[in-house]
């Protein structure tokens, strides 16, 4: 210890003795020298000559910095001093531990009027860290120093640009592009494959950049527009020079059909000549019933009265029929037209009915999927409900769709043609006779049975007073209001067993939405009418919206 201690003591007098300071410093301090150096070839040392000009220091000297600056290799920086207080002195810089190409732009800088001095330092090219020091030295070896240390590491990571490349006919508003670690393409499922990492976003137009991406890693990277279209593509591991980029080729993601649920309409706007003349087979049916057994419409609707009066008083209402001659008597009281007077207005309101039935919306109803495709529920029909225009409401339907999104359907409706045409009779019914509520009613108010009662009754077994024993006016009314509803249910019904059936194929270009499922589909359709042994075509068009349901 007094052997140390006299050493020391030593060498701080002969240092003393000799002032110079440099060699002091070198012989006492330990760790990295090399104060100073850089590439622009200053001195070593670390400096502090009395360089203002009363050879006075500032109180303090400062990095702007006090952060460990971080830098890549040979990325450059700006460091910044400031003396406080402010004032015009040199500061030096210099270098402790750094590499050899390690560099400042200068060692010696001139403080501005602000106090401030700045020197670029240009960072080694391997995996280092340094300290760079500043100092400000005066007169009699006063001086104020400031450290600001330096950790230079490999960069770790890279930037890569992204292109998505698309050539379908989806609408593309903006891109979604991700990267999965240490993945391939081949272990991600899903149309597009989920997202990963480092996500980012760009318009459709332009490439996308993902920063800080990991180096010395495969990557597969994924883009979508939405989740209707997706790609992906394999990338080895990326290095560390600029430029690197990956082209990822985009596909459609199949039509959704699990996910889509339409509003689908469609009609024969473009009937034939054949399926119009088929239509009226329909309607020649109608008539059919109304007509039965009798001869014309008069003898029609009496026998219908006898059938609604009480089973008691039928053989006197055929007896009074007869006696009375009931069928020249209404026949006369009807006038021109009393063969037809059931028939005529019906084939009337028919006819308008179905001008309305040649339409591109007679059909609506939801298409939906079930387990075998699709399903076809069919709500209306000319806006009259499915089930009371005779239809079946629910139908099987197939659908598919191409790469161009070009969707095929096909699907079978089938119908009671008598339920079908007295239903669309019934619009035009209630504009002819607007107090009515049914085509029924309509009908009464047409044929007129209050002058068919009165009729009966000026030739009933008492004139004025009974058509037949314990039957009045109001009866005969009662009765023929009750025979025109009769006649009206069994014309409806008179198709019997016969079926129609109307085979419809479809084709539209569909619209996809975020899920690659339909929301909407314009096109055309055909159909095949059959009716009995006969058949008609007839086509139209055919649109569909996302189901509002």
Known sequence: MHLLHRVSTLTVASCAALAIAVACDASNTPGPTGIGASGSGSEGGEGGADNSADGAVPMALAFSSVATVRLTPKQTRVLTVVTTPPGSFHVRFGLLGAPGDAVLDANDVQTRADGSAQVTLTASSTRTSFTVRASVSGKNQNEVQTQLGVSVSALGHTTLTVKPSYSGRRTVTQWTASLHSATQCSELSGSPPPDGDWITLGSGREPLTIADVSVGVKLAVTVRAGHYIGGCADVAALSESDGNQVLVYAADRPVNFEDTLLDLSFGPSDARPDFAKLMKVGQATVEAGLLGTATNDVASLLEAMRNATPLANREDFAAARTAQHWDAALAAAFGAGATTRLRDPVDRWIS???????????????????????????????????????????????????????????????????????????????????????AQAALVQSVDCALVAKTLLADGVTPGAALYPTCDESCAVTACTAAINTLWSTASDASGTTIAVLGVTAAGTAMVGDAAEVVSLHGTWLGDFTQGEDSASASGALSAVTSSN
């Open 352 to 438: 308008a009915g179905l001008a309305s039935f040649y339409a591109p919306n007679t059909f609506v109803g939801q298409l939906s999927p079930n387990a075998d495709g699709a399903r076809f529920n069919l709500v209306t029909v000319a806006k009259y409900p499915a089930a009371d225009a005779g239809f079946s409401s629910a139908a099987q339907a197939t659908w598919s769709a191409d790469a161009s999104d070009t969707l095929l359907l096909g699907t079978e409706l089938s119908w009671l043609p008598s339920r079908l045409l007295t239903t669309l009779a019934l619009s035009p019914a209630l504009v002819e006779f607007p107090s009515a509520t049914t």
